[in-house]
């Protein structure tokens, strides 16, 4: 990935303002097999993963079958050498790890395009007997991969758990564990910054959510918690982010960064998230459901493994990679996992984290072709009233926000805070600048969030009572007369539920955003009602502006 680059602008009576720009990230799907029911046929899978868009692939092995499937599909793959083959002994020396290179991955170059190298998986937690030896391995890999010109086109590294991290909140006191700190981790970080790889960690959100389900809301380990935590002078509204900036405090501690930080002179090693993702049903704990603080019924279930998976997977297509404390990095990201694999130990709960079922239908709707997601940008209460005042300042002046609706007596004056007026000043600039990379930073002052953050929105709802005749009126009238109800037809994503009140909330509020949220255009002959909270048809977010 390319260095952040970054824009500064100078504008006559405006403060300076430090845009940055990060390069978007990438999204794949990490393919396990320890199942008794998957396609035997390795050319569908391969056409499968080609069909829905999605260019990068994890495998847990070097087996021959997948990896010729994948030739000159252009997806790119990372392979692994399993802890049992480190264990026996394979990369112990130069000459076997050689030999399993040539074997492994030479020998599929460059026809399928392997771009890295796991050696083991989470090795800390499963075979912690490796840990003295495991950079070694590494290295010798890496000098296998010299020796047959191939360590600029593959990349190696390790993938860890997070459970390689204490003290993860607040995120700045993240650090690694004592026992492997200076002995493994400082080592491997400066194996991976001087060949130019990147730290490997497989995050799942939802197990700190299942582990302390009254203290981690459902919304925050789903990445959508509108209100956030405050923490280390910012907010956090997903628990994946709060994750990775302890991550990146931990690799600080031992003198290293991410990898945007090189332009300020310090050693950089980007950040890879290997697995991450959530199960779509199961038990945990004795057979016992848990339910997180804040969620309406189970943790575990199919919206909430479409919401988590989809968030991670429209996030990075659209380049919303940063995060609170390091807003300029890359996250590339690999969902956990293509299909349900009915042969993995754990019980039901493990056996159900796939996007996939075993016969190639999708489990539910998701999209890696990078399709448009709607962002917003909102202001940061913790650089205090002075520096929000400035950027409140160049957005309705210089930057040609309009901020007439934040004005005393107008319909967005209330609630009369800095914050307020400065979050609706910033997001009506951030959406006329296009939502460009950069448009939302005014020095610290904001950030992109990716769920509707309370900025003077309201929506238009349906009234069941009223009766099926007056909502087809109102749904007829709406989608007739400028709302757009592509979303809600046969097979579309929002579809579902298929009720009269539900797409006729969809299309009134659709129309109502179009008319600017004006006056009496939420009425509907007495249909339809306003409301000042987020709405949901089924899984789609109804959307608080036209934009």
Not at 51 to 56: E, L, Q, R, V
Not at 155 to 167: H, Y
Request: proline fraction near 5%; charge should be neutral; include cysteine.
């Amino acid at each position: 990935m390319a260095l952040a680059r970054f824009l500064v602008v100078l504008l006559l009576g405006a403060p300076l303002l430090l845009f940055s720009c990060a390069e978007a990230g990438e999204v794949g799907v990490s393919y396990g097999r320890v199942a008794s029911n998957l396609p035997q046929d390795q050319a569908q899978v391969a056409k499968l993963l080609k069909d829905n868009g999605i260019t990068k692939v994890r495998i847990y092995d070097t087996d021959r079958d997948v990896l010729l499937s994948l030739a000159n599909t252009g997806i790119k793959v990372m392979v692994m050498l399993p802890n049992d083959d480190l264990a026996r002994g394979v990369a112990r020396t130069l000459p076997s790890a050689l030999d399993w290179v040539r074997n492994n991955v030479a020998a599929y170059l460059p026809a399928t395009k392997i771009t890295g190298i796991a050696v083991g998986n989470e090795v800390f937690h499963e075979r912690s007997d490796l840990n003295p030896q495991l950079v070694q391995f590494m290295t010798n890999v890496q000098a296998a991969l010299a020796q047959l010109g191939l360590a600029d086109t593959v990349k190696v590294t390790t993938p860890i758990a997070f459970s390689a991290i204490v003290d993860s909140f607040p995120p700045s006191k993240g650090r690694f564990l004592d026992n492997i700190a200076d002995s493994v981790m400082r080592p491997m970080l400066q194996f991976l910054q001087q060949t130019g790889s990147f730290l490997a960690i497989n995050l799942y959100p939802y197990i700190a959510e299942l582990d302390n389900p009254t203290q981690i809301r459902n919304d925050y380990a789903l990445g959508n918690y509108a209100a956030g935590v405050p923490a280390d002078g910012v907010t956090y509204h997903s628990l994946l982010d709060a994750q990775l900036d302890a991550t990146y405090a931990a690799m600080a501690k031992l003198g290293f960064s991410d990898s945007r930080r090189r332009l300020a002179g310090s050693r950089g090693v980007k950040v890879s998230v290997t697995e991450t993702g959530r199960p779509s049903r199961g038990k945990v704990h004795g057979g016992r459901r848990l339910m997180a603080a804040g969620d309406g019924g189970d943790s575990i279930t199919v919206a909430n493994a479409q919401t988590y998976n989809n968030y991670v997977i429209n996030r990075v297509l659209a380049g919303n990679t940063g995060t609170p404390q390091h807003p300029d990095a890359d996250m590339d990201v690999f969902i956990f996992a293509l299909f349900n694999e009915n042969g993995k130990a754990g019980g039901e709960m493990e056996q159900n984290f796939g996007l996939f079922y075993p016969d190639m239908t999708k489990v539910y709707q998701f999209d890696f072709h990078g399709g448009p997601t709607e962002t917003w940008c909102v202001a940061n209460p913790a650089v205090g009233d002075a520096r929000l005042q400035a950027a409140l300042d160049f957005a309705c002046g210089q930057g040609g926000a309009d901020c007439s609706a934040i004005q005393p007596g107008a319909n967005c004056f209330q609630p009369d805070t800095k914050a307020a007026h400065a979050s609706y000043a910033f997001n009506d600039y951030y959406r006329r600048k296009g939502r460009a990379p950069g448009t939302c930073d005014f020095n610290g002052a904001a950030s992109i969030v990716n769920r509707a953050p309370d900025i003077c929105w309201s929506w238009c709802v349906a009234n069941a009572a009223v009766g099926p005749a007056r909502l087809q009126a109102a749904l007829d009238f709406a989608c007739g007369h400028g709302a757009d109800c592509s979303a809600i037809q046969p097979g579309a994503k929002c579809f579902k539920p298929d009720t009269k009140v539900d797409h006729a909330t969809y299309a009134l509020n659709s129309f109502y955003q179009n008319k600017g949220r004006a006056a009496g255009m939420c009425d509907f002959n007495g249909v339809g009602s306003v409301v000042y909270q987020p709405q949901k048809v089924g899984n789609c977010v109804l959307p608080p502006s036209s934009a």
